[in-house]
């Protein structure tokens, strides 16, 4: 299994991103889907998840913000990212708990940098 995200880039304080994450291989079932960021010098921090119901989950720095959604039928995920802020510059990672071959495991992408300039 593998996950690819996409979607980083530059943006002035304002504006907005958006971020997709999809999931490949031999895959019975996508449970929790999330994002995380790491910023330089900062340890990786949780952004948000959503269950496979459709639970979401927020981080208070991004709340009202952000928003999570998943496409189960395409094994996706995305991230709609609006009034960034400076302090949202970051490598995003999207992460799956996901049914392969076996019992859950932990996957993560590759990590997209997101810049917000001032």
């Known amino acids: 299994v593998q996950l690819q995200a996409s979607g980083g880039g530059l943006v002035q304080a304002g504006g907005s991103l958006r971020l997709s994450c999809v999931a490949s291989g031999i895959i019975f079932r996508i449970n929790a889907v999330g994002w995380y960021r790491q910023a330089p010098g900062k340890q990786r921090e949780l952004v948000t998840d959503?269950?496979?119901?459709?639970?979401?989950n927020y981080a208070d720095s991004v709340k009202g913000r952000f928003t999570i959604s998943r496409d189960n039928a395409k094994n996706m995920v995305y991230l709609q990212m609006n009034s960034l802020k400076p302090e949202d510059t970051a490598v995003y990672y999207c992460h799956a708990d996901i049914t392969t071959l076996g019992r859950p495991r932990d996957f993560w992408g590759q990590g997209t940098q997101v810049t917000v300039s001032s």
């Open positions: 959503i269950t496979s119901i459709g639970i979401t």
